[in-house]
């Protein structure tokens, strides 16, 4: 594409919400979860879960109006809103690529290297991050299918023996606050979003995007609903927790582990995930700075670094994600979205009389030509 554009439709952003949403929910965070609230997880999970979706619908409300980009609001504000996406989408970027490395390193390597998957994944995520929206959206697109397939063939084939009553007791209340308290990071994965502008197809779309919203809802709530009817109190010590459910399926019986395509599906989304939450950075700084090439190179290069020196490892990802910086980003994921739709609609509605006018003043000069060519 010779242009970057953020325009998306409505069955692209219902793939990418569903990919952004769960991709990071079930790797890392069940166990961090469980070792909080131990077999109450499911509660912490399905209460921000719920918050997220409601996020979610106000971002779709401004989107399908305009982008945060493109919105007739004043210069000043405009630029707060960015500045606060791009701080808190670099900060998730190096804790969620923190457990992809991980992830990888565990999973497909013995003792995979830290800054060679490092250099390995940040091309990646930059190159998309750079081509915009609509290439990150269309990417989606075509990954969910495989995605789809592996989710299938993980449903057809399980093997299954979990035990329901591992689910009781319920803790206090106060240990499912705090896990939700303490592991918000996690969580508010939609503000990139507002620099995407949803586009009015001529056909109806296929995907209804409240179905995919309920769908991100369940599968999340869903997959801690397995986790936990697994392994119970032992949830504290299983890592890696998507890995460790696809083992449970019949063919492993016949061929030994068949895990590698739920491994690959994962890959490829967290590659997306990834690469949307860079795109908030790239985009949100490309508004300032105007070279989007420059600015897209120079985004992966800080987040080699960081990756490199100041979080080699998961613990200490972890270990940022839990301090009082946790806060922040919570407010900036949760109370921006309001802020900018707030924004919008009284912005719009203050130049509607304008354009109005405008629009008046515009056909009556085309009449008044009109006459003069008549006469």
């Given at each position: ?76 504000l405009k630029a707060l809103f960015i500045l606060l996406i791009v ?17 990888i390193s565990t999973t497909l390597f013995d003792n995979g290297l ?104 369940v599968s999340a709530v869903a997959f801690m609903v397995i986790f ?148």
């Amino acid at each position: 594409m010779a242009k970057t554009t953020n325009v998306v439709y409505p069955n692209q952003i219902a793939l990418l919400a569903f990919i952004a949403s769960f991709t990071f929910k079930v790797v890392m965070l069940p166990q961090y979860l469980a070792g909080t609230a131990g077999r109450s997880c499911t509660l912490s999970m399905a209460y921000l879960m719920a918050i997220e979706v409601m996020e979610f619908s106000i971002i779709y409300g401004v989107i399908k109006r305009t982008s945060l980009l493109q919105a007739r609001i004043p210069a000043a504000l405009k630029a707060l809103f960015i500045l606060l996406i791009v701080g808190s989408s670099y900060f998730k970027t190096v804790i969620l690529s923190a457990e992809a490395i991980s992830y990888i390193s565990t999973t497909l390597f013995d003792n995979g290297l830290w800054r060679l998957i490092v250099l390995a994944y940040m091309p990646c995520l930059v190159y998309i991050s750079y081509k915009g929206g609509n290439v990150l959206a269309r990417t989606s697109q075509i990954v969910f299918w495989f995605i789809a397939a592996s989710l299938v063939f993980n449903v057809l084939f399980a093997r299954f023996n979990g035990d329901i009553g591992n689910l009781l007791p319920l803790g206090a209340p106060g240990r499912v606050m705090k896990a939700c308290e303490r592991h918000m990071v996690w969580f508010g994965d939609f503000t990139p979003f507002l620099f995407l502008t949803i586009a009015r197809p001529v056909k109806p779309q296929r995907v209804k995007l409240p179905a995919m919203i309920a769908v991100c809802f369940v599968s999340a709530v869903a997959f801690m609903v397995i986790f936990i009817t697994a392994y119970g109190g032992g949830s504290v010590m299983v890592s890696n927790a998507f890995n460790k459910i696809a083992v449970f399926n019949r063919i492993s019986l016949l061929l030994g582990t068949v895990d590698f395509p739920t491994v690959c599906s994962w890959l490829m989304m967290s590659v997306i995930k990834l690469a949307l939450i860079v795109y908030g950075v790239v985009e949100g700084l490309t508004h300032f700075f105007k070279k989007r090439l420059l600015v897209a190179l120079l985004t992966g290069v800080l987040l080699t670094l960081t990756l490199f020196f100041a979080v080699p490892n998961m613990d200490l990802a972890y270990a940022a994600a839990t301090s009082c910086a946790r806060y922040v980003i919570g407010a900036i994921e949760y109370l921006l979205p309001p802020a900018v739709y707030v924004a919008v609609r009284v912005c719009d509605k203050r130049s509607r009389p304008f354009d109005s006018a405008a629009e008046e003043g515009k056909k009556l000069k085309e009449e008044g030509q009109c006459k003069e060519g008549k006469a």
